[in-house]
C-alpha cells in the first residue's frame, strides 16, 4: 500500500533550527511536496522536490532521497509564526498526492 | 484577489439531507480537486477533475458526486449526508496535473452531520 509517515508533533525554541523528517512508499514517484498549514486555515505550498538532493529557499530547505524513500524539511532561524503543521506529501504513479497526517511544530520562546 | 472561493464556511446538516460544496477559482486552472481532512490522518483525495468536462474517483470517493461543466467551478454534492462525512473539506486548483505545479487551497467547508 502507499503510505507516509512522520512526526506527529515536534517542539523547537525561536531562532533555532528545526528538521522534519517524512519517509514515503508510494506506486511510483513522481516528486515530494512539502505544505505549511497554520491551525484553521488552508495549506500552503512550500516545496517540492523530484531529484535527489537540497532546495533551499530562504530559511526553508528541502532534502530528497529517491532510493531511501526520505525527504527532509529545514527550518533555520524559527520565527514564532513558524508554529503549525507541515504537510509531506508524495505524488504517485496516477500523479495523485498521497498525504501524510502533518507535523505539528510548537515554537517557544 | 485571484484564488479559490469555497462556500459556505461552514455548515451543520441533518443525516438524510443532500448538500452541495461550492467551489470556484478565478486562476483558470485545468485540474482541480475535492480533499477532506480528518483529525490525525492526511489530506484524503475524494474527487478530481483534470481539465473541464472531466471528473475521477480519489481515494474515498464513496457518497460523494461532482461535476465540471466548466473551468472555473467544481461543486462537490452529498447525496443523503451520513455522520462519517463530518469534515473539513477543501477545494485545489493546479495549472495541471503534471508534477511540478502545486496545488493551491481554498480556506476550506467545516461540515457536520448530525
Known amino acids: 500500500g502507499q503510505n507516509i509517515d512522520q512526526p506527529t508533533e515536534m517542539t523547537a525554541t525561536e531562532g533555532a533550527i528545526v528538521q522534519i523528517n517524512c519517509t514515503y512508499q508510494?506506486?511510483?514517484?513522481?516528486?515530494l511536496f512539502w505544505y505549511q498549514q497554520h491551525a484553521g486555515e488552508a495549506p500552503t505550498f512550500l516545496s517540492y522536490?523530484?531529484l535527489d538532493g537540497l532546495e533551499e529557499k530562504g530559511r526553508f530547505s528541502s532534502f530528497l532521497s529517491r532510493s531511501k524513500g526520505y525527504s527532509y524539511l529545514l527550518m533555520k532561524e524559527l520565527q514564532m509564526k513558524d508554529s503549525a503543521s507541515y504537510l509531506c506529501?508524495?505524488?504517485?504513479?496516477?500523479?495523485?498526492?498521497?498525504w501524510g497526517a502533518g507535523t505539528k511544530l510548537i515554537i517557544k520562546p | 484577489i485571484a484564488g479559490i472561493t469555497q462556500a459556505p464556511t461552514s455548515q451543520i446538516l441533518a443525516a438524510g439531507r443532500r448538500m452541495t460544496l461550492r467551489c470556484t477559482q478565478d486562476?483558470?486552472?485545468?485540474?482541480m480537486y475535492w480533499y477532506r481532512q480528518d483529525l490525525g490522518l492526511g489530506l484524503r483525495l475524494i474527487h478530481y477533475?483534470?481539465?473541464?468536462?472531466?471528473?475521477g474517483k480519489g481515494e474515498v470517493p464513496d457518497g460523494y458526486s461532482v461535476s465540471r461543466a466548466n473551468t472555473d467551478d467544481f461543486p462537490l454534492t452529498l447525496a443523503s449526508a451520513v455522520p462519517s462525512q463530518t469534515s473539513v473539506y477543501f477545494c485545489?486548483?493546479?495549472?495541471?496535473?503534471?508534477?511540478?505545479?502545486?496545488?493551491?487551497f481554498g480556506d476550506g467547508t467545516r461540515l457536520s452531520i448530525l
Open positions: 485545489a486548483s493546479s495549472e495541471s496535473g503534471n508534477p511540478n505545479q502545486p496545488q493551491h
Open positions: 486562476m483558470r486552472h485545468n485540474a
Open positions: 477533475s483534470n481539465t473541464a468536462g472531466t471528473t
Open positions: 508510494t506506486s511510483g514517484f513522481n516528486g
Open positions: 522536490n523530484v
Open positions: 506529501a508524495a505524488m504517485d504513479s496516477n500523479y495523485q498526492l498521497i
